[in-house]
């Protein structure tokens, strides 16, 4: 594991997961005016950065662990 691994897809995909919760929630407020929705989106989007940084976390310690000198 000498080589740096990129994080960029899961980023991306991360950040456009959080983008579509948030069109969602606009677009429902918009289309209804009702925000029923509101709160299940943000927990979405807290669970999304949530395993997000919790798979980057679990990396990081399996890397310290493994003893890998570019951690």
């Known amino acids: 594991m000498s080589e740096k ?5 899961s ?3 991360a950040v456009a997961n959080c ?3 948030w069109a969602v929630i606009a677009f429902v ?7 029923e ?6 927990a979405l989007i807290g669970f999304i950065l949530s ?3 919790g798979v980057g976390f679990l990396d ?4 310290l662990k493994a003893g890998d000198e570019n951690a």
């Not at 691994?5 to 897809?9: L, Q």
């Not at 407020?29 to 925000?35: A, I, K, Q």
């Not at 990081?60 to 890397?63: Q, V, W």
């Open 51 to 53: 395993c997000y940084m």
């Open 5 to 9: 691994a990129s994080r960029g897809f």
């Open 11 to 13: 980023k991306k995909m």
């Open 60 to 63: 990081y310690r399996a890397k």
């Open 37 to 42: 929705i509101v709160r299940g989106c943000l």
């Open 19 to 21: 983008l579509a919760a």
């Open 29 to 35: 407020v918009w289309r209804t005016g009702s925000d």
